[in-house]
């Protein structure tokens, strides 16, 4: 499943930023993706679940973002969403100079970590006096 590398990989990236930054764990990572990136949101999500056992994401939330697939015509300037499957032909001028604009991204958007458990307050007036 293409999808599991995926998760794998987004848990990767996010624990080592995690770590080298000093987090405890991770509360929710946001993911945008791309409707031509060939990932399936339901299938990332279930397996972001799996790839997080056992690292500083256990229990995280994964939020995902659909991103457009959009396209842009050199000759006449025109832009629209392609769909699924991508239609690449301007439907002004039928010209086939396009450019992809978005739809192919996966990318780490957003991720919030877990706050540090609070030190005990051991300052003289919070402790109780002993008779």
């Known amino acids: 499943m293409h999808e599991m ?18 987090a405890h764990g991770v509360r929710r990572v946001a993911v945008e993706i791309g409707e031509l990136a ?3 949101p339901d299938a990332l999500a279930f397996c972001f679940g799996l790839a997080c056992g056992g690292t500083l994401l256990e ?5 995902t973002r659909s991103v457009p697939g959009r396209a ?4 006449c300037g025109r832009a629209w969403d392609t769909g699924m499957p991508p239609d690449m032909i301007c439907a002004a001028c039928r010209g086939g100079a396009t450019e992809l604009l978005s739809g192919r991204e996966l990318r780490i958007t957003e991720v919030h970590w877990s706050a540090p458990p609070a030190a ?12």
């Not at 995926?6 to 990767?12: F, K, M, R, Y």
């Not at 229990?59 to 939020?63: I, K, M, N, S, T």
């Not at 842009?72 to 000759?75: D, T, V």
């Not at 005990?120 to 008779?131: C, G, I, N, V, Y």
């Open 5 to 22: 590398s995926v998760a794998l990989s987004v848990v990767d990236q996010v624990e080592q930023a995690a770590r080298s930054g000093g």
């Open 120 to 131: 005990p307050d051991l300052t003289p007036a919070s402790r109780s006096e002993e008779s």
């Open 38 to 40: 060939g990932v399936v």
């Open 72 to 75: 842009s015509c050199a000759p």
């Open 59 to 63: 229990g995280a939330e994964l939020v």
